[in-house]
């Protein structure tokens, strides 16, 4: 079996922005992430494991999309042919993650639709305040574990979990809860609810999340958002998380006149923009300083550069034609 290779997690890039993320980054997630749900309920499958490892984000030109993976927990909810839901049961087992799993599922009760986003619900403010009520919480087993997280979980009443925060997430949590068993979410009222926010916001959807300004911070001044500290050594170990490994081939050139940390490096735009192997690495340092790399348009795939780079190159380094693009 061949499947696509990606990039971090939500989970390692929470980390990485030092286990804290802007509001506009939440928000661009959010949408990604109830479309990712709402795929696969409209595929005829729960996810029933929730959580910020399940999604990992793309590599290259789809840095900026969500993948949602693992899929060892999943589980039908219909016939795609009938259309008939599984039969609602209680005294079920708790499956998943208890730091993420809803209410009813806590309680016992089979999971279906609703739960996937009450989960994702929990994802959602663990990101914004950085932690869950119910969590460090201390028990000599597993099932007391759980059992506390579940009391923890259910004295905390939903405007306690928003506190301080937009009332969209609150909302969030009561349509979600009103659900009954077999009811079809309306995937678009939610989404709606976060959009409306982060327009409200004044926010612009250009894919600059918090780890992008991190790790490119000459970017910050253009995308509104508060600018997180990152720990030393979370820094080194996912520098180059979305670089292609190069053996052989490729641009062999020395960068140590033009490199910083402030932009990509050479290798890492070529990797992402073939039309530039052909070039020395001179035209790339250019590139770098009068391209705006993270520019995406709203599908989320970053564009490729236009041919009036080229006209930048040919200007600056005195080039009587400029390069042919290869693709």
């Not at 079809?184 to 250009?206: A, N, V």
């Not at 999340?209 to 720990?231: C, E, N």
Request: aromatic share 12%.
């Amino acid at each position: 079996m061949v499947i696509d290779l990606l990039g971090p997690s939500l989970e390692d890039l929470f980390n990485y922005c030092n286990r804290k993320f802007t509001l506009k980054t939440v928000l661009m997630l959010a949408d990604q992430l109830i479309n990712r749900v709402e795929y696969m309920h409209s595929r005829g499958f729960l996810h029933r494991d929730i959580k910020p490892d399940n999604f990992l984000m793309g590599l290259g030109r789809k840095a900026n999309q969500v993948y949602i993976i693992d899929y060892g927990l999943a589980k039908k909810y219909r016939d795609l042919q009938t259309h008939k839901h599984i039969p609602y049961r209680e005294n079920k087992n708790l499956t998943g993650t208890a730091r993420y799993a809803s209410v009813n599922t806590h309680l016992g009760v089979e999971q279906s639709r609703r739960d996937d986003l009450e989960s994702l619900g929990y994802v959602l403010m663990y990101f914004l305040r950085g932690s869950l009520p119910w969590q460090g919480l201390k028990a000599g087993t597993k099932k007391q574990k759980y059992d506390k997280i579940s009391e923890k979980k259910m004295l905390t009443p939903i405007e306690v979990l928003c506190k301080s925060y937009p009332s969209e997430f609150t909302s969030y949590f009561h349509y979600c809860r009103s659900l009954r068993f077999d009811d079809k979410p309306d995937y678009s009222y939610l989404k709606r609810l976060f959009r409306d926010l982060f327009i409200r916001e004044g926010y612009q959807f250009d894919y600059v999340f918090d780890w992008t300004v991190l790790k490119y911070p000459q970017i910050a001044s253009s995308s509104r958002g508060v600018k997180t500290p990152v720990r030393p050594e979370l820094r080194e170990k996912f520098e180059p998380f979305n670089r292609r490994t190069s053996s052989g081939g490729g641009l062999h050139a020395d960068h140590s006149r033009h490199r910083s940390e402030d932009i990509p490096s050479s290798k890492e735009v070529v990797s992402e923009f073939p039309c530039l192997s052909v070039l020395p690495n001179d035209f790339i340092v250019y590139f770098l300083k009068t391209t705006r790399l993270d520019a995406v348009p709203a599908n989320g795939l970053r564009q490729r550069p236009r041919v009036s780079n080229c006209q930048h190159f040919k200007e600056s380094c005195n080039v009587k034609q400029p390069p042919k693009l290869l693709w």
